[in-house]
């Protein structure tokens, strides 16, 4: 996009992308769409979807998928666990992977939201402070017998919206 310099029309009303990388701006082409935008959408066109919201909750250690190593054709198996979360962790390791939402032991924080409508480029760069309060369970404790909910993982995901402006 940004080489190109003749889409065949000088403006045009609506721009789709399907431009999402990993949590969102992880390999992302969001600043070809947003060159794209500036360079030819007509004014009040759209760039759809126009919002984009980064979530971030804590999840306990079935979220890393190690429960597997528990039971392994009857063997328990997890001091291999306990490794791999180790090299995991020294490494600083990003899984990517599906995480059910049982494994969410915190509430969930909007980390950032970005308007594509109106965002510049350099604002893909954030910080954000955020405070994760450990959820209780339907019986009014906290998810541990202990009185503290276990948060192994920091889970990361994002929504995109088509709003109706």
């Known amino acids: ?98 995480v059910d939402s049982s494994s969410v032991t915190t509430n969930t924080v909007t980390a950032h939201t970005l308007d594509l409508a109106t965002m510049q480029p350099h604002q893909q760069d954030f910080t954000t402070q955020f405070e994760l309060t450990a959820a209780s369970s339907s019986n009014g404790s906290s998810s541990s017998g202990s009185g503290s909910s276990e948060v192994a993982a920091l889970v990361i995901w994002f929504d995109t919206e088509f709003s109706p402006r």
């Open 1 to 98: 996009v940004e080489e190109t310099n003749n889409v065949g029309h000088d403006k045009v009303d609506v721009i789709v992308s399907e431009w999402m990388g990993y949590a969102l701006l992880f390999e992302s082409m969001l600043d070809s769409v947003l060159a794209a935008r500036d360079k030819w959408l007509k004014p009040g066109g759209a760039v759809l979807p126009d919002i984009a919201r980064i979530y971030v909750a804590g999840a306990n250690s079935e979220a890393l998928g190690t429960k597997f190593w528990q039971d392994v054709y009857s063997f328990s198996m997890t001091p291999i666990a306990a490794e791999l979360q180790s090299a995991a962790a020294k490494d600083s390791k990003v899984l990517v992977k599906s």
